[in-house]
């Protein structure tokens, strides 16, 4: 599937495309007993009306009721899917945020290998030595 670059061509297509979900929506409406809209743009260089939404079913106020009643439905019991991206953002920041402990922990374990075998195994002179040497470097 590819752009059609010649505008005439373009808007015969987009004509015959639109028409044929108007039916559709019109037939999944009639066979399922259901309320559905169609918002739909013309294409770049249309006429005057290409910045105007072409709508199924035709009356205005028949989509915005549409519209209307999903938003509140929306409200009422939100679906799994149903987020906006700032609840996107907050969910990756949470998650960041319990991971950033164990990331910090793993990195420093990798930086800092302990190639002594531990603290526990040096004796009292070892320890004082070491401490002697932290002393001296965090006086400089």
Not at 16 to 30: D, F, H, N
Not at 89 to 102: G, I, N, V
Request: glycine letters at 6%; one cysteine or more.
């Amino acid at each position: 599937m590819e752009l059609i670059a010649d505008k005439k061509s373009c808007y015969r297509t987009f004509k015959t495309r639109e028409m044929g979900l108007k039916k559709k929506i019109s037939e999944l409406c009639t066979l399922c007993d259901l309320k559905a809209c169609l918002i739909v743009y013309g294409p770049d260089g249309d006429g005057p009306s290409s910045s105007q939404p072409r709508f199924w079913p035709e009356n205005r106020d028949e989509v915005e009721c549409i519209i209307k009643q999903h938003m509140e439905k929306r409200k009422e019991k939100p679906g799994k899917r149903s987020s906006n991206l700032s609840d996107v953002l907050d969910f990756r920041k949470k998650r960041a945020e319990l991971k950033s402990p164990m990331l910090q922990e793993k990195f420093c374990q990798k930086k800092r290998p302990n190639s002594f075998g531990g603290l526990d195994n040096l004796s009292y002179e070892e320890l004082m030595e070491i401490i002697g040497k932290l002393d001296k470097d965090r006086s400089r």
